[in-house]
């Protein structure tokens, strides 16, 4: 019968048992379940990927053509249609969206966690508040207040109504209550000014954070739809996700077309998260509620 010991050495070169660890039921069982979700999670990917390399099925005489390994579904999509466009068109503002919103979102962020100023906890809740609301419910106002400001049918227009984000500031003030204040205070003795203690001490070290909400930001209007999709009607101003869904009423049948582009969107979302995972959790774990 297997013993269930571990032998160690200790500092004075004797060797004694201890237990070994053993896998909790309720560990194993979320672990299971953890193994369970990933491989449901990854299999539509990996479908997409393999039917976009792949010929649609015909039938030929009567008998079904199988679907061979090819490149062109991807060639198609960037000589028929201005796909190239589309992605530029998503990257620039998405990128635009994500550089201004942590600027303004930090400076934001750092002033209602450090600076004392009268309404600041009211401001703060008004913000958090805004949270609550779907993004449906602000449609139709903010279409209305983009066509009295002419920003529509522009990048004006897909890139201002989606600077501001709550959940920004708030994951920002979060994280700033976590930082000493003994560095700002002496900062501040050494006569720096709030601005200079917000750009020299604060932003340094907040890269974690920023980094996290930065690949947010970007994966969050690199997807977005349904702004787009209202305040354009321009093909010029068109981006990736209107575009995969262009494909849809031109090539309803041509699945091997839609796959193609829809894999061609992802793989920048998943360099990012890949690339930059470990942030992103250890953002989550720095941050906190405070």
Known sequence: ?????????????????????????GRAGLTLLAVVVSVISVLPV????????????????????????????FVYVFTEVPFARYLWNSFFT?????????????????????LRFPGREKIFASIFATLLVTAPVVLIPLFMVARELHLLNSYQGLIVPAIFNAFGIFLLRQFYLGLP????EAAII??????????NIVLPMSRP?????????????WNAFVWPLVATNDDSLTVVQLGIASFQTQYSSNWNYILAA??????????????????????????GLK
């Not at 998405?94 to 450090?114: E, K, N, P, Q």
């Not at 998943?270 to 941050?287: C, D, M, N, P």
């Open 94 to 114: 998405s990128a635009v969206i994500t550089i201004v919103a942590l600027f303004f979102h930090s400076m934001a962020a750092y002033a209602l966690a450090r």
């Open 181 to 184: 204040k003994e560095l700002e």
């Open 190 to 199: 050494d006569g720096c000014g709030h601005w200079r203690v917000y750009w």
């Open 262 to 287: 829809a894999t061609v969107a992802a793989i920048p979302m998943l360099i990012l998260f890949f690339a930059f995972q470990r942030q992103i959790v250890e953002s989550i774990k720095t941050s």
């Open 46 to 73: 990996l479908y997409m990927v393999s039917a976009a390399f792949k010929t649609r099925s015909t039938v030929t005489d009567g008998s079904l053509v199988p679907k061979e390994f090819t490149v062109q579904n």
């Open 1 to 25: 019968m297997a013993s269930d010991t571990t032998a160690v050495r200790t500092a004075g070169g004797r060797a004694r048992t201890r237990p070994a660890r053993r896998l909790r039921p």
């Open 209 to 221: 954070i920023l980094s996290a909400l930065a690949i947010f930001f970007f994966l969050a209007n």
